[in-house]
């Protein structure tokens, strides 16, 4: 199942215990529920837009290796919006002329940044680091 987290906002300014967001879930390009959460502690919470497809959705999240054994739903969620800030994050370095890189067997989420870019400075940074290094 693919699932895709669409007009995603989020109010770090606004979020206490937990992430404060709102956003749209589309499993397999169908728009399946709006989910929000207000940043005050708890789960998340879901409107449904397709019965059938929120089935199917809560279904693959029960059914993934997650850190716990509860709240699949808001597990995966989490992990999408993760994903999403990352990517941005990486977006906003890039454009400010900066490299961005990984290396294999670092905790997920660790990235270098070296305030360059060009065939130099990535050629460099793999002479150092060999095949364990992903650029972005």
Not at 5 to 14: A, G, I, Q, S, T
Not at 57 to 71: I, P
Not at 98 to 123: H, R
């Given at each position: 199942?693919?699932?895709?987290?669409?007009?995603?906002?989020?109010?770090?300014?606004?979020?206490?215990?937990?992430?404060?967001?709102?956003?749209?879930?589309?499993?397999?390009?169908?728009?399946?529920?709006?989910?929000?959460?207000?940043?005050?502690?708890?789960?998340?919470?879901?409107?449904?837009?397709?019965?059938?497809?929120?089935?199917e959705?809560?279904?693959?999240?029960?059914?993934?290796?997650?850190?716990?054994?509860?709240?699949q739903?808001?597990?995966?969620?989490?992990?999408?919006?993760?994903?999403?800030?990352?990517?941005?994050?990486?977006?906003?370095?890039?454009?400010?002329?900066?490299?961005?890189?990984?290396?294999?067997?670092?905790?997920?989420?660790?990235?270098?940044?070296?305030?360059?870019?060009?065939?130099?400075?990535?050629?460099?940074?793999?002479?150092?680091?060999?095949?364990?290094?992903?650029?972005?």
């Open positions: 199942m693919q699932i895709e987290l669409r007009n995603l906002k989020v109010h770090e300014d606004m979020s206490d215990e937990t992430l404060c967001f709102s956003a749209t879930i589309y499993c397999d390009g169908i728009k399946t529920a709006h989910v929000h959460n207000t940043g005050t502690g708890g789960c998340n919470m879901y409107d449904e837009f397709d019965r059938k497809k929120f089935a959705f809560s279904a693959f999240c029960k059914a993934q290796k997650l850190e716990f054994a509860f709240e739903k808001d597990q995966v969620i989490d992990n999408l919006i993760d994903t999403q800030k990352e990517s941005k994050w990486i977006a906003r370095q890039k454009k400010k002329g900066y490299t961005v890189y990984s290396l294999k067997g670092e905790k997920p989420g660790t990235f270098y940044v070296y305030k360059a870019q060009g065939d130099l400075i990535t050629n460099g940074i793999r002479k150092v680091h060999g095949s364990k290094v992903t650029f972005y």
